[in-house]
């Protein structure tokens, strides 16, 4: 059973658009929900996390949305451009325990 | 980048050699890990590390070992390589449990 669903697989913007990633989570005892941006060729490099506690967490043009009724998180990625064109996953794990339950991934391709 | 050197980067053999992939890290960190990446299954846990000499199973772990002698050191061994075990594998380490992993970046294995 797959803990962390992830979508869309893949996703096409026009550069200077907003570019959107859902995440749906199972096991409400994650409290730790990050975000990996992965380049070709490259090992994922952490982008952005967030705790349960807040609903909205930003830095500077990428921004996670969570809902914890729904049981939800997303990444938003405003004034997109081209050099975020990379796949992200999401990702969800608990206090104490050692592992990290990954998304699926999405590749993001921003247009010029 | 944190420090950490997968080797090797690259590895084509047949099936039923045994395989190893080694994981230095010169971070210090006490958590390891490897994974395994295949399209549209995003990252999935092979082993992890909690200490030298202390290891414990992820979620796809069938056919793979690991050991860890010193602290920098972390290797994944395929004792009789399948085609199934085709795969770009990462590392990563984390200082402590729920916390940001690191990736090295990435071996990417071909089974023949």
């Known amino acids: 059973q797959q803990q962390v669903k992830q979508s869309p697989q893949s996703l096409i913007v026009q550069k200077g658009g907003i570019s959107i990633i859902n995440c749906a989570y199972e096991?409400?005892?994650?409290?730790?929900f990050p975000w990996y941006q992965q380049f070709p060729g490259k090992g994922p490099a952490l982008l952005i996390a967030?705790?349960?506690?807040?609903s909205e967490k930003k830095e500077g043009r990428f921004t996670i949305s969570f809902n914890k009724s729904a049981k939800q998180f997303s990444l938003h990625i405003m004034d997109s451009q081209p050099g975020d064109s990379a796949t992200y996953f999401c990702a969800a794990s608990k206090d104490n325990f050692n592992k990290f339950y990954f998304g699926s991934g999405t590749k993001l391709n921003v247009k010029p | 980048d944190a420090g950490i050197t997968q080797s090797p980067r690259h590895k084509v053999t047949e099936t039923g050699t045994p395989v190893t992939l080694r994981c230095h890290q010169t971070?210090?960190?006490?958590?390891m890990y490897w994974y395994r990446q295949d399209p549209g299954h995003g990252l999935r846990l092979i082993h992890y590390?909690?200490?030298?000499?202390?290891?414990d199973k992820g979620e796809v772990s069938d056919g793979y070992s690991v050991s860890r002698s010193k602290t920098e050191d972390f290797l994944l061994t395929l004792e009789s390589a399948t085609s199934s075990q085709t795969s770009v594998y990462f590392c990563?380490?984390?200082?402590?449990?729920?916390?940001?992993?690191?990736f090295g970046d990435g071996t990417r294995l071909s089974i023949l």
């Open positions: 990563a380490i984390s200082r402590e449990p729920n916390q940001p992993q690191h």
């Open positions: 096991n409400t005892a994650f409290d730790y």
């Open positions: 971070e210090n960190h006490r958590y």
């Open positions: 967030i705790r349960p506690d807040v």
């Open positions: 590390s909690y200490g030298v000499k202390d290891t």
